[in-house]
T-cell receptor, first 113, second 110 residues
Framework: EAQVTQNPRYLITVTGKKLTVTCSQN?????MSWYRQDPGLGLRQIYY???????DKGDVPEGYKVSRKEKRNFPLILESPSPNQTSLYFC????????????FGAGTRLSVL | DQQVKQNSPSLSVQEGRISILNCDYT??????FLWYKKYPAEGPTFLIS?????DKNEDGRFTVFLNKSAKHLSLHIVPSQPGDSAVYFC?????????FGAGTRLTVKP
């Protein structure tokens, strides 16, 4: 089954404790992206990757890091989480670019205390 | 700044009637526009898209209209069904960059 898998689905952590949210897709997609969803703001793009070893900043990259060492994986790293990073996070992937249909993971709800 | 805006947070329509969801954008570089639908506790799913070289795209009950001069697009759902009740996000892209609106919650009443 074609899918985008995020882990964990729920995470509660404390300020400053490094964490990684993993994202994996099994569709051989070149493009992968991370978004955060906040009330009244919709989905905002954090980082995207057009292919292996190619990443670029989205709309709200501050406080986040990503890497794309393999085509299927695109982890999101919060080196020193802060309460304003409490949000619902989605990973997505597609063929080629953002123009094509993006397939989203089920989301990761993160709370930073 | 929000480059894609959905000014109606919610919309309620009767089953069988038309639903019209609106979206405005500010960046004239956007060349592809998409609508995604989201149910609670799930990720968004693709609904319909349109290239900037077109002004209309139709897929079954769903039609997207693009007015480039007004930087406006709309999604028409005819006829609306209770299963269409969800949050609808408008999105605009140029290459890898993707911007979403804040979403419109559609409720279709039986």
């Amino acid at each position: 089954e074609a899918q985008v898998t995020q882990n964990p689905r729920y995470l509660i952590t404390v300020t400053g404790k490094k964490l990684t949210v993993t994202c994996s897709q099994n569709m051989n997609h070149e493009y992968m992206s991370w978004y955060r969803q906040d009330p009244g703001l919709g989905l905002r793009q954090i980082y995207y990757s057009m292919n292996v070893e190619v990443t670029d900043k989205g709309d709200v990259p501050e406080g986040y890091k990503v890497s794309r060492k393999e085509k299927r994986n695109f982890p999101l790293i919060l080196e020193s989480p802060s309460p304003n990073q409490t949000s619902l996070y989605f990973c997505a992937s597609s063929y080629g670019s953002a123009k094509n249909i993006q397939y989203f993971g089920a989301g990761t709800r993160l709370s930073v205390l | 700044d929000q480059q894609v805006k959905q000014n109606s947070p919610s919309l309620s329509v009767q089953e069988g009637r038309i639903s019209i969801l609106n979206c405005d954008y500010t960046n004239s570089m956007f060349d592809y526009f998409l609508w995604y639908k989201k149910y609670p506790a799930e990720g968004p799913t693709f609904l319909i898209s349109i290239s900037s070289i077109k002004d209309k795209n139709e897929d079954g009950r769903f039609t997207v209209f693009l007015n480039k001069s007004a930087k406006h697009l709309s999604l028409h759902i005819v006829p609306s069904q209770p299963g269409d009740s969800a949050v609808y996000f408008c999105a605009a892209s140029v290459w890898g960059d993707m911007r979403f609106g804040a979403g419109t919650r559609l409720t279709v009443k039986p």
